[in-house]
């Protein structure tokens, strides 16, 4: 089964806008990922990333700094697989931060 989502966000959306519809984007997959609780877990890790990640570009790069400390003295690939996730979602908090600090 082949799932399109979609745009998830456009270059001229806000921050907030553009992270809340990643949000949606990621609660739509995990409604149609009912049986599968893995990817589910995947999606709701992104979700609350997005949510509690810092919108200072500072704290986000002093924690992503900690996260990517973690990851590569991480031992089970659980908390790799994790970290990866948290990870990514951080830097795109981050871009999406900076490029609206550069337009003004």
């Not at 890790?45 to 919108?55: G, Y």
């Not at 590569?72 to 089970?76: G, H, I, L, M």
């Given at each position: 089964m082949v799932v399109s989502i979609g745009l998830?966000?456009?270059?001229?959306d806000s921050t907030e806008l553009a992270i809340q519809k990643m949000i949606d984007?990621?609660?739509r997959m995990i409604n149609e990922q009912l049986n599968n609780p893995t990817v589910n877990e995947?999606?709701?890790?992104?979700?609350?990333?997005?949510?509690?990640?810092?919108?200072?570009?500072?704290k986000l790069e002093?924690?992503?700094?900690?996260?990517?400390?973690q990851k590569?003295?991480?031992?089970?690939i659980e908390d790799t697989q994790k970290l990866v996730t948290e990870i990514e979602?951080?830097?795109?908090?981050?871009?999406l931060v900076c490029r609206n600090r550069r337009k003004q």
């Open positions: 998830v966000y456009s270059i001229y984007a990621s609660q995947h999606f709701k890790l992104q979700i609350k990333t997005l949510q509690n990640a810092p919108r200072d570009p500072d002093r924690l992503l700094k900690i996260k990517r400390r590569e003295e991480s031992v089970r979602m951080l830097k795109v908090v981050l871009y």
